[in-house]
C-alpha cells in the first residue's frame, strides 16, 4: 500500500513541491541554519504552550553586575557631557576612552580568564540601554565590540591561539576592533560581494607562508577609523587548486591588524553628525596567511554562517538595548515635560491631541521594556533565536523612531532648539542610523522575518524543502511520504482551531491558569496564532516560490508575527510583576493596540492577495466579521498618559535605567520642576480657583496679595515657578559655535 502511495500520490507531489516552493540559495540556506527558533515557532504552531514562556523566569543580575551598573556605567553617564561629545568636539575624549579601557567595557562579553567582564546577556543589554539614554555615540562605542564582532567571533569559532592572543586584548582595550562587511557594490547582498581572497604562498616573515593575497573596500565600519584589528569578510578563491579541487572556496572571516602592509584606514564618515567612529577602509594586495582565519584553515567558506550565528544573539542585544533606552527617555522626559508646560492655563498634558501621543510613548516604553528582558533572558539561558532578533531589531528601532517623533512634537520648540539642555535631538538624529545598521529595516521587515520564520518555524515545511531537494529522488519520495500524514493533520487540526476561533472572535480559546483577566488577552493570542499558522499554509500552497517576491504580502505576515512576539513579551511581563493594577492600563493599551494592528495587516494581505477569490476565502474563514477589536479607547489612552505624568511606582518601573542627569543637566532641571509642581499642586489650584492662571514669579505675588495663598505657600510656589520657567527655557549662542546661554 505505501509502495503505491509513494508511486501515484507523494512522487508526483514531490514533482509539483519542487515546481511551487521557495528556491532557496546558499546564502539564504546558511542564514536558516544558523541560530534556532524558540516562541517563534510556537506562535506558527497554531496552539502556543504559553507555559514555556511563562516559566522560563524573570532576566536577573549577579551582585557583581548589579555593582557594575552601579559603579562604572553610572559613573560613565556622570563624565560624559553629550553636547560637548557630539557638536563641540565631535568625538569622544581621550579621558572616556582610557574611562572604557580601564574598567573593561569593551570586555563585557569575554570571559573572566581571559581578561574580560564575562557578564550574562542580560547585564550587557542593561549596561547598554543606560548608556544610550545619556550618549548614544557612546553607547554606540561601547555596543559595537559586544556585539557583531572580533570579540564575539572568536569566542565561538576562534582558535585557542586566537583566543589568548586577542582576547586579553580586546577586554582591556589595547586592541580596538572593528568588522568589515558592507561594501559598496554589495550593500546587504552579502553573495553580491566582490571583495576578495586568492589562495597563494608568500615569503611572510622570512619564510613560505600559505596565505591568501586579498583586496577589499569596505564603508559604513564603525570603530573602523580607531581600530587596531579589523575583521574581515571577503570571498576566497582558489584557482591554482592549492587546496583542493574547489576553485570558489566561498565567504571567509579573517582576523587583520590594521597596521599590515597593503591595509589602508580611511577618514571617518559623520553618521547622521554621530561623535562615534565610523568610516571606510581598503586593502589593495594584502597578504594574509591562513591561520589569520578565525578558527584557522578548516573555517575557510564558513564566514557567512559564523556571521549568521553572531547576529542571531548580537542582534536581539544592541540596537534593541539602545531602542528601549530612547523609548524609555522619551517616556520619562515627555511625560514630566507635559506636566510642567503649560498652556490657557492647564498643563499641555490634559489636552486630548497631546494625551494619545503620551499613550503611544508609554505603550512603546511598555512594550519594548517587555521584549527586551524576554529576549535576553532567552539568550541567558543559551538560546539563539534567530527570527525574534531579526523581529527585535526591526521593530525596537521602529518603536524608537515612533516615540521620538511623538516626544518632539510634544516638546516642540523645546526639543527643536540644539544646545546643552535638549535631551531629545540628539536620539532623534541618530534614529535613522540604528533603523539602516545590522540589516535594513526595510529588508528585515520585507523578506527576512516572515520569509524565513514561515520556513524555520513550521514543523515540516523545512524537512519537505530538504525532501524536494534530495538528490536521491527515491530517499526524497521516502522521507516526504512520512511527513504528508503528519503534515495533513496539522493542517486539518488548524484550519479547524482558526475557523472556529474565528467565527466566534476566539471566545473558546484557552488561556493559561493563574492569569486572572489577563485571560481574555491570552484568548485572543491563540486566535490569532491559529490564523496566521492557516494563512501562512494557504499562502505556502498557492503561491509557492512567487510568495518569496510578494515582498508586501510577507512584509504584513511578517508584522502580524512581530506582534504577536512582542504582545507575548507584554503579557509575560504583566505577569512576571505580579499583575500590578496600576500597571494595567499599559497592559491594556499594549494589547488593544497589537490586536488592532494584527487585524490591519491580516485585513491587507487578504485584500491585496494576488490570487484574490483566496484572498476572500481567508478572510470568510478566519475573520468573517471584518475588525472585531477596536484600537485602544481614548479612556485606555488617558490613563497610560496620566501614567507617565504622575510620580509613582509604574513610571519608576516603566523608566527604570534611564541615566536622570547631573545636576543643572537638562534632564535633571525638567525632573526638579516635575517633582516640585506635583508638591506644589493644591497650591496651584488655589490659585488659579481665584482668577490667577499664569504661573510666574509675578502671578504668585499676585495671588499672595489677593488672599489666595499665603507666605509660606508663596514661597514654594515662587521655587516651582523659577522651576519650571528653567525647564521650558532652550539655549541660544551668540554665534554659529559661539558662546552658550540659556533664555
Known sequence: MSSLRQKWVTAPLLNWIKKVLPPISDTEREAMEAGEVWWDAELLSGKPDWDQLLKMGQPELTEEEQAFIDGPVEELCKMVDDWKVSYEDHDISPEIWDFLKKHRFFGIIIPEEFGGLGFSPTAHAQIVTKISTRSTSVGVTVMVPNSLGP????????????????????????????????????????????????????????????????????????????????????????PDHILGDEEELGITVALVPTDTEGVTIGQRHLPAMQAFMNGPNWGKDVFIPMDWIIGGQENIGHGWHMLMSALAAGRGISLPSLSTGGAKLAA?????????????????GKFEGVQRRLAEIAGIAY??????????????????????????????????????????????????????????????????????????????????????????????????MEAATNPDHDAGVKELDALLPKH?????????????????????????????????????????????????????LSLGGELKRKEMISARLGDVLSDLYLMSCA????????????????????????????????????????????????????????????????????????????????????????????????????????????????????????????????????????????????????????????????????SLGGQKTTG
Not at 185 to 207: F, H, I, Q, R
Not at 439 to 464: D, K, V, W
Not at 525 to 540: C, F, G
Request: aromatic share 8%; charged share 25%.
Open 332 to 348: 520619562r522626559t515627555t511625560g514630566a515635560y507635559a506636566y510642567v508646560r503649560e498652556q490657557f492655563g492647564i498643563s499641555i
Open 488 to 540: 495533513f493533520m496539522f493542517q486539518l487540526k488548524t484550519f479547524a482551531r482558526a475557523v472556529f476561533h474565528g467565527w466566534t472572535g476566539g471566545l473558546f480559546a484557552s488561556s493559561p491558569k493563574g492569569v486572572g483577566d489577563a485571560a481574555k488577552y491570552y484568548r485572543q493570542m491563540n486566535r490569532y496564532s491559529a490564523v496566521l499558522t492557516l494563512v501562512t499554509e494557504i499562502s505556502l
Open 571 to 734: 503579557l509575560k511581563r504583566f505577569n512576571d510583576d505580579g499583575s500590578p493594577d496600576s500597571d494595567r492600563p499599559l497592559l491594556e493599551f499594549a494589547m488593544r493596540s497589537g490586536f488592532h494592528n494584527i487585524e490591519v495587516s491580516l485585513i491587507e494581505v487578504f485584500h491585496n492577495f494576488p490570487i484574490r477569490f483566496i484572498g476572500q476565502l481567508m478572510q470568510f474563514l478566519t475573520m468573517p466579521w471584518g475588525h472585531s477589536i477596536r484600537d485602544a479607547s481614548d479612556r485606555q489612552a488617558k490613563a497610560c498618559a496620566d501614567l507617565i505624568m504622575v510620580p509613582s511606582e509604574t513610571r519608576e518601573r516603566l523608566t527604570e535605567g534611564v541615566f536622570l542627569g547631573n545636576p543643572g543637566d537638562g534632564i535633571d532641571i525638567v525632573e526638579q520642576a516635575f517633582e516640585l509642581s506635583h508638591a506644589t499642586a493644591d497650591i496651584r489650584e488655589k490659585m488659579k480657583k481665584g482668577g490667577v492662571r499664569a504661573l510666574s514669579v509675578k502671578s504668585v505675588e499676585e495671588a499672595l496679595s489677593k488672599g489666595l495663598i499665603n507666605e509660606e505657600e508663596a514661597t514654594e510656589m515662587k521655587l516651582t515657578a523659577e522651576a519650571v520657567d528653567k525647564a521650558i527655557q532652550v539655549d541660544h549662542f551668540d
Open 367 to 464: 512594550v519594548l521594556d517587555s521584549a527586551h528582558k524576554t529576549t535576553t533572558r532567552a539568550l541567558d539561558q543559551g538560546r539563539k533565536p534567530a527570527v525574534i532578533s531579526a523581529i527585535m531589531k526591526a521593530h525596537a528601532t521602529f518603536g524608537l523612531r515612533q516615540s521620538i517623533n511623538d516626544a518632539m512634537d510634544i516638546h516642540a520648540g523645546k526639543a527643536i532648539i540644539d544646545g546643552p539642555s535638549n535631551y531629545l535631538g540628539n536620539v532623534y538624529r541618530a534614529v535613522p542610523v540604528a533603523i539602516t545598521v545590522e540589516g535594513a529595516n526595510i529588508l528585515t521587515r520585507s523578506l527576512m522575518i516572515f520569509g524565513q520564520g514561515a520556513i524555520r518555524c513550521h514543523p515540516y515545511l523545512l524537512q519537505e
Open 151 to 238: 570579540g564575539e567571533l572568536l569566542m565561538a569559532h576562534g582558535t585557542d591561539e586566537q583566543k589568548r592572543h586577542y582576547l586579553p586584548r580586546l577586554a582591556d582595550g589595547r586592541d580596538i576592533p572593528c568588522f568589515g562587511l558592507t561594501s559598496p557594490e554589495a550593500g546587504s547582498d552579502a553573495a553580491a560581494m566582490v571583495d576578495n581572497g586568492v589562495v597563494c604562498y608568500e615569503t611572510y616573515k622570512g619564510e613560505k607562508t600559505l596565505g591568501m593575497r586579498v583586496n577589499w573596500h569596505k564603508r559604513y565600519i564603525t570603530l573602523g577609523p580607531v581600530s587596531t584589528v579589523l575583521g574581515l569578510a571577503f570571498k576566497l578563491y582558489d
